[in-house]
C-alpha cells in the first residue's frame, strides 16, 4: 500500500479550483455507489479498471481521483503518479465533496446519496 505523505492530496475546495480549470474528475468506486450518486460531472471508472483504461485517460490536464473516502482513490493516484499522469486525490472522498454542499446526482440527473 502506498504511503498516504507521498500521494497528492487536495482538499474540496481545491479540487473545485481545479475542476473548473478543466481537470477531470474520476469516480472510482463500484457501480452500486456510483448509481446511488455521484459529482455532476464526473467520469465513472472503477478502480479495478483503471488499469486496463489507462490509454483512454488523459495526459493533457489534471485527473482528480475521487472514492466514497479518498481511500480506492488515493491508490489509484499513487498509479496515475508512477505511470506519468497529472494526478491528485480529494482527501475525504465523495464524503467530503458531500458535506462541503457539492451536489450529488444520479444518471437522471436527481438527487443522489453518498453508499
Same mark, same amino acid.
Given at each position: 500500500m502506498p504511503d498516504n505523505d507521498a500521494i497528492p492530496q487536495v482538499d474540496v475546495e481545491e479540487a473545485r479550483r481545479r475542476l473548473d480549470d478543466g481537470a477531470l474528475l474520476l469516480d472510482v468506486r463500484e457501480p452500486d455507489e456510483w448509481n446511488a450518486g455521484h459529482a455532476p460531472d464526473a467520469q465513472f471508472l472503477p478502480m479495478g479498471q483503471v488499469t486496463a483504461a489507462r490509454a483512454q485517460l488523459p495526459r493533457d490536464r489534471t485527473i482528480v481521483a475521487i472514492c466514497r473516502s479518498g481511500a480506492r482513490s488515493g491508490r489509484v493516484t499513487a498509479a496515475l503518479?508512477? +505511470? !506519468?499522469?497529472? @494526478?491528485? *486525490?480529494? @482527501? %475525504?472522498?465523495?464524503?467530503? +465533496?458531500?458535506?462541503?454542499? *457539492?451536489?450529488?446526482?444520479?444518471?437522471? !440527473? %436527481? @438527487?443522489?446519496?453518498v453508499a
Open positions: 503518479v508512477s +505511470w !506519468g499522469f497529472d @494526478a491528485v *486525490n480529494l @482527501a %475525504g472522498g465523495m464524503q467530503a +465533496w458531500a458535506a462541503a454542499g *457539492n451536489p450529488v446526482v444520479t444518471d437522471d !440527473g %436527481g @438527487a443522489g446519496t
